[in-house]
């Protein structure tokens, strides 16, 4: 409790001469304490390595293992380092982030490459040759939550490529991904086509200085499958085998040093399933007698598991990606009842969710590849990761053709009805980051 004297108040001659001797006191027990004080600490600091005293006790410093705050800074902020028997310090990487996840920054630089600079874009995804009036969705790049995405380097890219094969293996989501690999790479050098079935579904470029080859081949299952098209705007009769994978891919496979595939979307169509040449149940057949729906996720799983198994157990050490499903972005119909998307800037988180479809295929992607150890009976290890683009596509609305998947849709009529594409990405567009990811994982596993 602190006292307050009065001020008109004028103390008395003893008064003053205790107050002084009462100071004196408490200077001379000041000084005795902070030395004591000043000796303690100096012995427990000369010894805090364990040094010896009087009788070989051993005495350390209690302040060892005190953590250090404030401007200290804590040991998030601290490489992690350990000692080698040599004494050498050592520092051990912190985990590597998830690339993702994060949100659409803001991207002043833009786009690798132009329309124009680029001559391999399908017609359908050439959404500036066909009139789109908005640019703002080009100017927005991917930033994962924990850490920086590098631009795609071409330069440096071929580089470590030579003498490099790459195949591209899905539908048309991984020709539309292809396109945008070989326009970012013809701002270094322009690719050669050595290769085209008659359909141009099946193709392969060269890339002659660096004698880099790119492959694209047509496998929208994975799996052996027929009678999946449509003739005349009909569906045939098609016929998925659940239980051997499409030659089109399996017969090249040890031919390739890189792989990027994907499946899943094709499942949503009607299908009858057989394994061992036997019929083993369908999805959406309600004319066919005696046949019991089987679940598009069990058959999805079930060619998933054939796959990873294929390639964890093929003496081909090839470096495989496996990448994610991606969401189509219909708003007000789908595809074929009227669906648009004329959103033109990314979603934030929380904006907007998986429909119950993509959390399906992508729970089944995530359990084929939770605690995947990629080692096969070989013994080899082997290069077999989930490139995740689920999440960057899904905020991603804007980059889709939509009406402009045809050339001036609207340049007759104002408000002409037009059928959308809300699948496929505009190129240049949001689907050239998937390549930043790819870079980066090749880079980080060496």
Not at 87 to 107: T, Y
Not at 219 to 238: M, Q
Request: proline fraction near 5%.
């Amino acid at each position: 409790m602190v006292k307050y004297s009065r001020l008109d108040e004028k103390p008395s001659s003893w008064s003053i001469f205790k107050q002084y001797n009462n100071s004196l006191v408490k200077i001379t027990v000041s000084i005795l304490v902070l030395g004591f004080g000043f000796c303690l600490l100096y012995s427990a600091s000369t010894n805090s390595n364990g040094s010896s005293i009087g009788g070989g006790v051993s005495v350390s410093s209690p302040f060892v293992d005190e953590p250090v705050d404030g401007d200290g800074g804590s040991d998030d902020d601290l490489p992690t380092t350990t000692t080698t028997s040599n004494d050498e310090s050592v520092e051990i990487p912190k985990e590597k982030c998830d690339l993702a996840i994060g949100e659409w920054i803001p991207d002043p630089l833009g786009p690798m490459y132009t329309n124009e600079s680029c001559n391999v874009i399908t017609d359908n995804q050439n959404c500036m040759m066909n009139g789109r009036p908005d640019t703002g969705f080009l100017y927005w790049r991917w930033k994962p939550r924990d850490c920086e995405l590098p631009r795609f380097d071409a330069v440096r890219f071929l580089d470590s490529m030579r003498n490099k094969h790459w195949a591209f293996i899905g539908d048309s989501i991984s020709r539309n991904h292809v396109q945008s690999v070989l326009c970012i790479l013809s701002k270094v050098e322009a690719a050669n086509e050595v290769y085209h079935d008659k359909d141009y579904r099946n193709r392969r470029w060269h890339f002659p200085t660096y004698n880099f080859t790119l492959t694209i081949i047509w496998s929208p299952f994975l799996v052996k499958a027929y009678n999946y098209e449509y003739v005349n705007g009909v569906e045939a009769d098609p016929r998925i085998h659940l239980d051997e994978l499409d030659n089109a891919w399996t017969d090249q496979y040890t031919s390739f040093d890189y792989i990027v595939m994907s499946g899943g979307k094709w499942f949503l169509r009607s299908a009858v399933y057989q394994e061992n040449n036997t019929i083993v149940g369908c999805h959406y057949c309600p004319g066919k007698k005696n046949v019991t729906e089987y679940g598009l996720e069990n058959a999805y799983r079930k060619a998933m598991k054939l796959v990873i198994d294929f390639i964890l157990n093929s003496n081909h050490n090839a470096s495989v990606f496996y990448r994610a499903t991606t969401s189509e972005h219909f708003e007000n119909g789908s595809w074929d009842t009227g669906g648009t998307c004329d959103r033109t800037k990314p979603f934030k988180e929380g904006e907007i969710s998986l429909n119950y479809l993509d959390v399906a295929f992508r729970d089944i992607e995530l359990e084929a590849f939770k605690n995947l150890k990629n080692v096969g009976s070989t013994g080899k290890k082997k290069f077999l990761k989930l490139l995740d683009v689920t999440i960057l596509s899904l905020l991603r609305p804007d980059g889709h053709p939509g009406p402009y998947r045809y050339f001036q849709p609207f340049a007759k009529d104002k408000n002409a009805t037009v059928q959308y594409d809300c699948l496929h990405w505009c190129l240049p567009g949001p689907i050239d980051s998937w390549n930043d990811l790819i870079m980066e994982m090749v880079r980080n596993d060496g």
